[in-house]
């Protein structure tokens, strides 16, 4: 399936249901003005739950630094119509703050808060896609109240077959 906004949006992460080869790209020093990427591969699986109102994705990569396991669940919200993205990973064992937003002319947008390096930050998640067989993710955090951001992981999705 494709990226849609539907009349309600509850099944905008229909086009994200399966298996899925990730390729990654990711910063080392966020946030230092420094362009230094590394790439990794990973895989994915994610399934839909309560008639597309929410989705489980589980994730598992293996970073130069590590095995890295994740935890994507999203919740889609009737009355606001807005879906909140919450990611655990293994090493923590517990869910982060909630991203929250939606889907515009086949591009989602989902906007959130945490704390980088000992300082507060925002952070953004952009979801498009390249037809049923191709997606891609981007995290970009902003230190400047969302003036500027910058990119530092990029995921492209490849489903399984």
Known sequence: M???????????????????????????????????????????????????????????????????????????????GQWSIHWSNSDTGTLDAPMIGKFRDGRGEFYGQDEFEGRAILLRFIWTTDGPDACRWEQAFSADGGQSWETNWIMEFTRER
Do not use: M
């Open 2 to 80: 494709s990226i849609r906004e539907s009349c309600d949006g509850a099944h905008d992460f229909d086009f994200l249901h399966g298996r899925w080869r990730v390729h990654n790209k990711r910063q080392r020093r966020p946030l230092s003005g420094l362009a230094e990427w590394y790439t990794f591969e990973g895989a994915t699986e994610e399934r839909s739950l309560w008639n597309g109102q929410a989705n489980i994705e589980e994730y598992v990569a293996e970073q130069p630094a590590g095995l890295l396991r994740g935890l994507a669940l999203r919740l889609y919200n009737t009355r606001s």
